[in-house]
């Protein structure tokens, strides 16, 4: 991974600076625009829940994705009718990417489909019961009236 200092994210709704710097994964990406629905090459950082995405690596970032609300992301090659596409899906978008093969297709809907899990509720949900579970076995264990461990 290229570790550069680039300059942070700015939320032009909220003013928050998101650091793009130790990003989890990046690279060149060709993005469908929003409005126009042209191709434009992108570097992408994906750092926690965020997938950032700038003209170059060394710019800040112009816009991002906000993995936390999205769905699904799959394959998209019938969809955008580019070889080596993928999509990113929330409730009201669908972001269509592409990559320069297919293996770099595969990585990254690996790297943001695990970034979407961490951040659904159900895999907080299923890391809390498990952190619990070992904390009631433990405590079990110890327990000095359990008639099965004394």
Known sequence: MNRLLRPPYVDQN??????TTNAEFEGYLTKESMWLKDWRRRYFILKGSKLFFAKNEYVAPHGMIDLSLCTTVKSADLK???RNSFEISTADTTFLLYADTEKEKD??????GRAIVRCSNTY??????????EDD???FEDDPNNPYFN
Do not use: C, L
Not at 107 to 112: E, F, L, R
Not at 124 to 133: G, L, V
């Open 137 to 139: 076995e433990s405590s």
């Open 107 to 112: 990585d990254w809907i690996g790297s943001v």
């Open 14 to 19: 909220t003013n928050i600076h998101y650091d």
């Open 80 to 82: 955008s009718r580019k």
């Open 124 to 133: 907080t949900r299923e890391q809390n019961a498990n952190e619990e579970e």
